[in-house]
């Protein structure tokens, strides 16, 4: 690791209408490291980003590389400086092949023709070459959230860049492609590359970074040149400015009667029949690797994707199949994993995107939109789950992807008649503070009687919240923990392929 800064940020403000999202920011970046950019949702960790991607200009300050200081006025300036940032929210062609999006712009050509052959061969060799197991002919759109997060970092690395940044990288990923990727951080720095890594996993600053930045409020609140004898309680105390002793905070209580009832549910990616249920007051998680088909259990469960058999009740009444608003008029609602593609509508405000499902409950005359009553219910879960918006009339593609989160799980608490919530992957890459104000909205939920079904890949997390644990593997439940007896060991061994075989599905 040499001494001189390869990356410089210095003094650097930005403002957007009704938000300081920048003030006075400036740290050092050197060659052959990874540093840490912590904080919570809305600290301007993203923002910042996009500075050094050349999306944005700062209001003030400047950046500098190799001591040089840079006028990026667009996100191609940026590229040709030999910098590369993987966003969070994920930026692709989903029609085009994985081989297309990696060589977007500069496919090769033979007599003016696209040359499939030689851009096949050599998208394979760099994949193979990488360690990185992706079909180059599979269009994005049929590709999982992880693999598609992998076809970013694949791409960012292909184009050689000096300066990568990387934005939760790991938010969506498995386990294997996770170890895929802290193997390719660690070759890049080893080949001098300076590096930026944004994670609210802790345990993975600790593992992957040799120093780190801390946001809050727009502002920088500490800097480490070292994390050695750095405590994660320290780094999280200087994120969220106060102690989390512990981030779960789970409370028992007493449950009722069986509100869901899943009974031989198949559809066209659920193609062995599942059965589970829940009672109310009762949470139960969903643990299982990528690719295990929790999330296509639960679309067909809600009716977003064909149900082929089997049947789902909600206190006793049958739910028609693949009906959502069927679903929804029983008070069984869902909030998905991909928020960009499915959770909200981009280009509306924070206020819509959190009434739009409860909207038919506040119509005057069953024809008119209740505007005070919306911003009423907008402003209420703003402030309840602390959203960080200039207001409610904000278009929430403007919001960090934690705080768009936030908006989504306000839309199904705003309902009237909520009996079952599902909710898939609800603190993807979302800060450790803002993960423990929706536990607490699941226990409040929970407490109200509700019936929770929370699916995460986060192992800590499904032991840490959940009443009872079930784990799938190849689109099969194969076992059932209830929390007293729930163990890291035993659970992640009933999600893994080598154990289906071998043991048949057990309730401990």
Same mark, same amino acid.
Request: hydrophobic fraction near 40%; include cysteine.
């Given at each position: 690791?040499?001494?001189?800064?390869?990356?410089?940020?210095?003094?650097?403000?930005?403002?957007?209408?009704?938000?300081?999202?920048?003030?006075?920011?400036?740290?050092?970046?050197?060659?052959?490291?990874?540093?840490?950019?912590?904080?919570?949702?809305?600290?301007?960790?993203?923002?910042?980003?996009?500075?050094?991607?050349?999306?944005?200009?700062?209001?003030?300050?400047? *950046?500098?590389?190799?001591?040089?200081?840079?006028? +990026? =006025?667009?996100?191609? @300036?940026?590229? !040709?400086? /030999?910098? %590369?940032? $993987?966003?969070?929210?994920?930026?692709?062609?989903?029609?085009?092949?994985?081989?297309?999006?990696?060589?977007?712009?500069?496919?090769?050509?033979?007599?003016?023709?696209?040359?499939?052959?030689?851009?096949?061969?050599?998208?394979?060799?760099?994949?193979?070459?990488?360690?990185?197991?992706?079909?180059?002919?599979?269009?994005?759109?049929?590709?999982?959230?992880?693999?598609?997060?992998?076809?970013?970092?694949?791409?960012?690395?292909?184009?050689?860049?000096?300066?990568?940044?990387?934005?939760?990288?790991?938010?969506? *990923?498995?386990?294997?492609?996770?170890?895929?990727? +802290? =193997?390719?951080?660690? @070759?890049?720095? !080893?080949? /001098?590359? %300076?590096? $930026?890594?944004?994670?609210?996993?802790?345990?993975?600053?600790?593992?992957?970074?040799?120093?780190?930045?801390?946001?809050?409020?727009?502002?920088?609140?500490?800097?480490?040149?070292?994390?050695?004898?750095?405590?994660?309680?320290?780094?999280?105390?200087?994120?969220?400015?106060?102690?989390?002793?512990?981030?779960?905070?789970?409370?028992?209580?007493?449950?009722?009667?069986?509100?869901?009832?899943?009974?031989?549910?198949?559809?066209?990616?659920?193609?062995?029949?599942?059965?589970?249920?829940?009672?109310?007051?009762?949470?139960?998680?969903?643990?299982?690797?990528?690719?295990?088909?929790?999330?296509?259990?639960?679309?067909?469960?809600?009716? %977003?994707?064909?149900?082929?058999?089997?049947?789902?009740?909600?206190?006793?009444?049958?739910?028609?199949?693949?009906?959502?608003?069927?679903?929804?008029?029983?008070?069984?609602?869902?909030?998905?994993?991909?928020?960009?593609?499915?959770?909200?509508?981009?280009?509306?405000?924070?206020?819509?995107?959190?009434?739009?499902?409860?909207?038919?409950?506040?119509?005057?005359?069953?024809?008119?939109?209740?505007?005070?009553?919306?911003?009423?219910?907008?402003?209420?879960?703003?402030?309840?789950?602390?959203?960080?918006?200039?207001?409610?009339?904000?278009?929430?593609?403007?919001?960090?992807?934690?705080?768009?989160?936030?908006?989504?799980?306000?839309?199904?608490? %705003?309902?009237?008649?909520?009996?079952?919530?599902?909710?898939?992957?609800?603190?993807?890459?979302?800060?450790?503070?803002?993960?423990?104000?929706?536990?607490?909205?699941?226990?409040?939920?929970?407490?109200?009687?509700?019936?929770?079904?929370?699916?995460?890949?986060?192992?800590?997390?499904?032991?840490?919240?959940?009443?009872?644990?079930?784990?799938?593997?190849?689109?099969?439940?194969?076992?059932?923990?209830?929390?007293?007896?729930?163990?890291?060991?035993?659970?992640?061994?009933?999600?893994?392929?080598?154990?289906?075989?071998?043991?048949?599905?057990?309730?401990?």
């Amino acid at each position: 690791m040499t001494d001189a800064p390869r990356l410089e940020f210095r003094h650097i403000g930005k403002t957007f209408p009704g938000v300081r999202a920048l003030g006075d920011v400036g740290f050092a970046v050197r060659a052959g490291s990874v540093h840490g950019l912590l904080g919570e949702n809305g600290a301007g960790k993203s923002t910042m980003m996009k500075i050094l991607g050349g999306e944005y200009i700062p209001d003030e300050g400047e *950046l500098a590389i190799d001591g040089q200081v840079q006028h +990026f =006025r667009k996100a191609a @300036d940026a590229i !040709a400086s /030999g910098v %590369a940032v $993987i966003h969070q929210e994920l930026q692709y062609v989903p029609e085009l092949s994985v081989m297309e999006n990696l060589l977007i712009g500069r496919l090769p050509t033979r007599f003016g023709l696209v040359d499939r052959r030689k851009a096949l061969a050599w998208t394979r060799e760099k994949l193979d070459a990488l360690g990185v197991d992706l079909d180059p002919r599979a269009k994005l759109k049929q590709l999982s959230i992880g693999q598609r997060q992998m076809v970013e970092i694949v791409k960012a690395i292909l184009r050689d860049a000096k300066i990568l940044a990387l934005d939760e990288p790991t938010s969506s *990923l498995s386990h294997r492609e996770t170890e895929v990727l +802290f =193997r390719l951080v660690r @070759d890049l720095r !080893a080949q /001098g590359k %300076a590096m $930026i890594y944004i994670s609210h996993r802790l345990d993975e600053i600790f593992e992957l970074c040799d120093a780190a930045t801390i946001f809050r409020d727009g502002r920088k609140v500490a800097d480490f040149d070292t994390l050695e004898g750095v405590t994660r309680d320290q780094l999280v105390q200087r994120m969220v400015g106060r102690e989390i002793s512990d981030i779960f905070g789970y409370r028992p209580r007493e449950h009722g009667k069986v509100r869901l009832a899943v009974q031989g549910v198949t559809g066209r990616a659920v193609p062995a029949p599942v059965s589970f249920e829940v009672k109310a007051g009762e949470i139960v998680g969903f643990f299982g690797l990528v690719g295990a088909g929790r999330s296509e259990v639960m679309r067909v469960i809600y009716g %977003a994707d064909r149900r082929t058999a089997g049947s789902v009740h909600v206190d006793g009444e049958t739910i028609k199949a693949s009906h959502i608003r069927d679903s929804i008029q029983h008070g069984l609602v869902f909030c998905p994993e991909d928020r960009k593609e499915d959770g909200i509508i981009g280009v509306r405000s924070v206020s819509e995107n959190i009434n739009i499902s409860a909207r038919r409950n506040h119509l005057v005359a069953g024809l008119f939109v209740n505007d005070r009553n919306e911003a009423k219910v907008a402003d209420t879960y703003i402030d309840r789950l602390r959203i960080r918006t200039p207001n409610r009339r904000q278009e929430i593609r403007l919001l960090s992807g934690g705080n768009q989160q936030k908006a989504v799980l306000s839309r199904w608490l %705003a309902e009237k008649d909520l009996r079952v919530l599902i909710v898939d992957e609800p603190t993807r890459g979302i800060d450790v503070g803002a993960k423990n104000e929706i536990y607490n909205v699941l226990y409040e939920l929970a407490d109200r009687g509700v019936a929770v079904v929370m699916i995460s890949s986060e192992l800590p997390e499904v032991l840490g919240v959940s009443d009872r644990v079930i784990t799938m593997c190849r689109g099969q439940i194969t076992a059932q923990f209830n929390r007293t007896q729930a163990n890291e060991a035993d659970v992640l061994a009933a999600a893994l392929p080598e154990g289906t075989s071998a043991t048949p599905m057990r309730n401990t």
